[in-house]
């Protein structure tokens, strides 16, 4: 199966703009979603298709793609925004047809 | 309102099977875009996707755990069950389920898990 790769962690000040960062093989047939997790907490969808927030996620998330990376961009980041974010796409190698997370990247808003 | 409850045992033996029930509500497992996959999260380690049924009863698995994993539906109770064989201490876990919908773009389906449960945890031990 394919794999998704993601920083292991990155930090950003207050209200500073970060990227985090998803390649894989898929991202080149499929777009990437994103999921912020926090501690204790079920993920939350943030990002999902070309560049789509589902109804309550704050427009300061956004989502791009480019070749076999997919990226999750937060403008002016908040205190709340620290928490784990995991990509995922659909895996099409081989003969398989399924889903694939990356590692997830922790976000520390310094 | 969609919601998604997970329910099955919190502590099993090694080598016994799980079965882990998903219980939907505010949709119908019948609509022609709603899956429901499994997902499932080691202690302080990533989210690893397990299964997922389509409303066409189409199934897909995990390469790496495909011998030991079945996803069957019930419509009419709105319930998505996977059973996992031969459980081992390091499947120890948090499980989730998540209703994985898409739209359609540029083309092609682009697929999203948008509701998921609040988890179960199981422990693999004897």
């Known amino acids: 199966s394919s794999e998704l790769t993601q920083d292991p962690a990155v930090s950003v000040a207050l209200g500073q703009t970060v990227r985090i960062t998803c390649q894989g093989d898929?991202?080149?047939?499929?777009?990437a979603s994103w999921y912020q997790q926090k501690p204790g907490q079920a993920p939350v969808l943030v990002i999902y298709?070309?560049?789509n927030r589902p109804s309550g996620i704050p427009d300061r998330f956004s989502g791009s793609s480019s070749g076999n990376t997919a990226s999750l961009t937060i403008t002016g980041a908040q205190a709340e925004d620290e928490a784990d974010y995991y990509c995922n796409s659909r895996d099409s190698s081989g003969n398989h047809l399924g889903w694939v997370f990356g590692g997830g990247t922790k976000l520390t808003v310094l | 309102q969609v919601t998604l409850k997970e329910s099955g045992p919190v502590l099993v033996k090694p080598t016994e099977t799980l079965t882990l029930t998903c219980t939907v509500s505010g949709f119908s497992l019948s609509n022609a875009r709603m899956g429901v996959s499994w997902i499932r999260q080691p202690p302080g380690k990533a989210l690893e996707w397990l299964a997922h049924?389509?409303?066409?009863?189409?199934?897909s698995y995990s390469t790496s755990l495909k011998s030991r994993l079945t996803i069957s539906k019930d419509t009419s109770k709105s319930q998505v069950v996977l059973t996992m064989t031969n459980m081992d201490p390091v499947d120890t876990a948090t499980y989730y389920c998540a209703r994985n919908t898409y739209y359609y773009g540029s083309g092609s389906r682009n697929y999203y898990m948008d509701v998921w449960g609040k988890g179960t945890t199981v422990t693999v031990s004897s």
């Open positions: 898929s991202l080149r047939s499929y777009y």
């Open positions: 049924i389509f409303s066409n009863d189409e199934k």
């Open positions: 298709g070309k560049n």
